[in-house]
């Protein structure tokens, strides 16, 4: 993952591995095998269909599948897969654990574990309102919920005064297709229509390797980014549009024309992709993010912006998670 990023930073920027973890760069020793992709063991798959019941035909449905796959030399990944389903909403996102808290004797992947609870009750809670009142648009008023979701989760956390911080890249689908996406750091989230892109978050950072977070720190707690600086799109989504969600081990290890490619071959197929074959898709992404993590020779999208910042170059290995979604 990457470095901590505070303002003004109290450490060098923390870095990690998970949705909202960022990693400082450096050569890593993988386990052996092959070619630096990850064992087994630390690959977790994950596939599942939602079908929402609903009075409208032409409301959303949603079919998933993740790998996350931790760094060979963690005991743990401390990227943390969100998703949760209820009232036939979805929501779903990365947070990226930042890794440079284990340098304080703090396990890096407890905040963003956390927030992952706190973000799932909270979002139960609101759309348990918002089916009572509208099956068509959130409540009038509530332009932004899942902002809001993330500010409640937030504050709660805050007041555990636990350590730590991390990236968060997060997305809900509603019944009419509307996805909102909320993004705060490096992970990030495409939605790809017949092969071509439509959509891209906006990495953000403080500095190279640096990215915004959500944080707690004793004597530092204005020392960090609040859900309040995160973008925030709304997307109409189609059926066959395919959503793809990662912390930055994908994203800089793996250029956007691999990925992209891919991503078509499955959604090319004349049915909808299986969630087998969703979930073999993560999996193929996350090999491949690793393994080009694990070669300092490799010209990686990290590569490119080190160089270009005075600083070495090749893969970043890192802790990888990656949710793809195909929309019904």
Known sequence: SNTMATHPAPLNAITGEGVGA???????????????VPSSRSI????FKKMFSSKRANQAALLTGS???SHPDKSRSEDVLVISTCCGMTLMGVLDGVGEWTERGVDASLYPRKLENFLKDEFTSWAQVYARKSDVVPPKGDTQPLRDILVRAHRRLQKLELRGSTTACLAMLL???QLHVLNLGDSGLRVVRDGVQIFETESQRVSFNAPKQLGYDVGEEGSYDSPQDSSYNVITLQSRDAILIASDGLWDNVWDKEWQADVVKVFRARNAPAGAALAGLAAELCSKAQRYGCDMTYESPFAVQARAEGEEGGGKLDDTTILVGCVA
């Open 175 to 177: 019944p009419n297709r």
């Open 67 to 69: 790998c996350c796959a």
């Open 44 to 47: 977790c798959l994950h596939a």
């Open 22 to 36: 960022h990693q400082t760069h450096g050569a890593h020793s993988p386990h052996k095998g092959h070619a630096g």
